[in-house]
């Protein structure tokens, strides 16, 4: 194990994804594996339902509903909680018809591709993401019991408003929608396309595409993103779409900060089991 590890850090160092055939892992040696990169994991609170009893508590089962994922880069829109450098998706159970696949966004060649007028206004301008959490939801992300402790925690982060409704949390979020690399590239590294309100693009009609009715995201300046901006976004999206069709024993790795990740739909329901896990990398792979 150890030498597929130092192989498989080359490569991710180098691309920043690398894809492992053949392994003959069931959940726990997953787990095992993985802590060969990290000692930080990420809780995914969002797949709370999702979460495997078994283990040490971080590996959840990837979404079972039947639908389309847009890429995004794993709980960018949550405040104070550090973005998960690393990823980690583990097949036990391949799809067996069309579609399931997983895809990966390298978020450079994505930003690249956007018209020179939407890259600067992404340099100049930060998003919000707006979104409402039951109390079980912020108690699990925070880690506390009391709006009490919830508040203090979140009256230290900048950037942050919220409102408390029976003891709902309502928040919004200003953060930036890109992240530049010392190399002086420039990659698109956000949440925006699984927080839109609704979408509207021709590729996706005949589509289920994920959305949370509560879920909202603009320009900071509170200007809703135009038709023409989010149809350009998912244009370049799908233009680097890297897509994965899952054998059983496929260890699929990605740096979460320059690869967005999603999923594609099944032509029907059937069974795919992928263990996930987020974590954040001992040493930086920037
Ligand atoms: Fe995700």
Redesign the pocket.
Known sequence: MQYIYLQSKEALDETGTVLLRGLNLDQLTFEYFTKYFCQDFFRVTSREKFRLESGDGFTTLTPTDNIT?LG?V?VDYVPGIKTPNIGFFFCETPPEVEGGETFLVEGVAMFNTLSKSLQERFKNEQVTYEFLWEPQRWEAQYGVNTKEELCKRLDRIENVRYELKNDWLHLFYTTSAIINFNDGTTAFSNAIL?HLPELDHPSYHDKTVYRKETNRVYWENGEAFSIEVVNELIDAHDQHKQHYRWQKGDLLIFDNYRYL?GKEETIEWTERRLFSRFGYLDIDIE
């Open positions: 994922i995004h794993e699984g990740h």
